[in-house]
């Protein structure tokens, strides 16, 4: 090293990095600091790195025993009043945590990144989701970059927003002068450091968040790394969400994160806890159960001294109820941790939050709002739920729907019950609910079939524990109401036996319903069970139904036509022609609300036709039935239309145009999801492919139906006549084509195909 006038630390280490031929920049990278910092000690602003640093400094530039002498030498003493004040600092800079930090590193790593180009990060989340340990072991990981080192800053014990200017003031050593502004005195103890600010849990201090802020733009080389479960929102600022764990298993089947960490912390206490292979269910079941929350999975693993896997999941509620001793008190239990967040709310939305407790897999904003209101709210919904988003309580999902964690909901569900309100949400919640039953029901007759579709699958959990509550306060007629309104979505949906279910747990309570409503909910049954092959039990329900349907019409066009599927199934054409003639009869008479019976009997009519033998009288009745379902745009009624004419077709030899039947049908039955229907298709295709020698297409077709059956627990629809020695014939023949061996694979790939794949197969 050359010659050095002024021998400071600043002038030797510029010295030593123009030697190396290095820039500032070069030089940080390589020491895994930051461009501020070497700027802070080449310019003489920063006199008294870390130790570590030093080393850093020295292996980035290579440095001889000599050259790293010269460097160490270059650096002043400290005074005995700065050593203590390092002393009293560094111990509260970076606790070491007593057990590691489980499923973090690429929440670590990302910001880690941040904080290389943001001054003003924030660490957002639910309490208990880890915010603390995720910030400490951030900053042990960018501690190097900063030249005067972390400092970290707790302030949950601090009751008022104007502590927080001074509790750093203290941390960072900072002169006072009662004179003046705390906030000066940090900033000037602060000017000129390179420095990371850690301020730990600042949500109920949120009025001090200018400050924070002055205090960033008054320093420019400072840093500042918050946790609250509210951001800040100051300018400048970088919210980073901190997630719960995720739940789900690994691709390869290695635990997940959160059970990984429930796994560690518990076979801290009991060695061998959950390790077991038949533990793995209860352990997943456990974790999916707590959300994920690091907090949560903590209580209940405190618990493994006493409880395996199995007795856990059983008695998690109590499992939260205490907590290893260390943790701060509010952090001892979950409620403690989660009445910790609710008193930081104004009174709107500790209400808010309490109704939410009423929703199940959540909510859209119309819907809590319509709840809010039927349960007699007048604050502002949307201020109060923003509160409750900034509070890290709801979580507010990119499709537009709000959900609270289930140790939230399970918190939020306590003080509903305890504030005497659960009845009056549950009323609300279970009107509400039905009415959105309501109104997506006739879509699914019409062209709003996928739009209902997708509406009601978000719902599907709010919708059976409105049923089931109502149910549970005496309330029969709304559930009853509800098995009318869903059972066509059941249908669609393959949920048949969830379905048969709901209604008939319904119909035995039904003692006082009015006839038309427990008429209704009948022909929701007789469907269900109809679907599930069950025609004797479906014939029962038809028939009760018909019993009490009185005049109204779109009941007696229905539960007759039911009779006459039943009829149908049974081979008695001229039963079944006669019912559906009846159907056809109430159908015109209960006009265009009844139009979709009046299709499909006419299309049902055809299906006679078709087993008479009369091809010609058959399409005639099953186009009438078409040209209706069309001009609604109805998926389901055409594609029941198609299967008829597909059938005709074939019978005529006319491949292309039979083909063409089942590719239409096949993608109106994707965009309902109507797997049963596809199954039928597919089969059907199975036996158009043996007649045009596309022997290899048929196992794959008929493997793809049968999985397709497999999944769904039924055979299918009744209404739809198949000929079964022609697909046994198109199986024969194939196998006979292929050999044993190659039709037994084919049949296997096609049980594994998607449903897209395998209706991919029915348009060449």
Sequence with gaps: MGTHGESTLGTVLRTLREEAGLSQEELAERAGLSPHAISALERGTRTRPYPHTLRSLAGALELTDDQRAALVAAVPA????????????????????????????????????????????????????????????????????????????????????????????????????????????????????????????????????????????????????????????VRGETEYGVEPLEVEEAPDGSPSPAARLLLDRAQRVSPGWGADSADAAAVAATCEQLAGLPLALELAAARARLLDPAALLDRLDSALRSGPRDLPPRQRTMRATLDWSNGLLDAPAQSLLRLLGVFVGGTTLSDLEAVAERAGATYDVVAALESLVEQSLVVAEPSGRFRLLEPVAQYARDLLHEAGEWDGAARAHSAHFLRVAEDNSSSYRNGGQVRALDRIDLETANLDAAAERALAAGDVETPARMAWELWLYWWLRGRHDH?????????????????????????????????????????GWWRLSHERAGDVHEILSNSIAGRGLVALVEGDLDLARDRFREALHHAELGGPEVEWTWALSHIWLGTVALLEGDADEAVRLVDEGLASARRRDDRLTSYIALYNLFQVELGRGHHDAARRHLEEGARLSLETGDQANLAYLLDAGAVLAAASGQHARVPLLLGAAQAIREALGSRGYGYYRPDPAAIEAAATEARTHLGPDRYDDALDTGRGLPATDAAAMLRT
């Design 78 to 233: 400290r005074s005995s009043r700065q050593a203590a004040a390092t002393a009293s600092v560094r111990p509260r800079d970076l606790p070491v945590p007593a057990t590691p930090l489980v499923g973090r590193d690429d929440d670590v790593a990302r910001v880690a990144d941040l904080l290389g180009t943001r001054r003003l990060v924030t660490l957002s989340g639910p309490g208990g989701v880890g915010k603390t340990r995720l910030a400490l072991a951030v900053a042990t990981r960018v501690r190097d970059r900063f030249a005067d080192g972390v400092t970290l800053v707790e302030l949950a014990p601090l009751l008022e927003a104007g502590q927080v200017v001074a509790a750093v003031a203290d941390a960072v050593d900072a002169a006072r002068d009662p004179a003046r502004p705390v906030l000066d005195d940090v900033v000037d103890r602060l000017r000129g450091q390179h420095r990371l600010l850690v301020l730990d849990n600042l949500e109920h201090l949120l009025d001090a968040a200018p400050d924070v802020a002055a205090l960033v733009e008054s320093v420019p080389d400072l840093t500042v790394l918050t946790t609250s479960r509210a951001p800040l929102r």
């Design 499 to 539: 379905g048969r279910r709901f209604a008939e747990t319904v119909l035995q309570q039904s003692h006082s319903l009015a006839d038309d409503v427990y008429a209704r909910a009948a022909l929701g049954a007789a469907t269900m069970a109809f679907a599930m092959d069950d025609v004797a039990g479906a014939a």
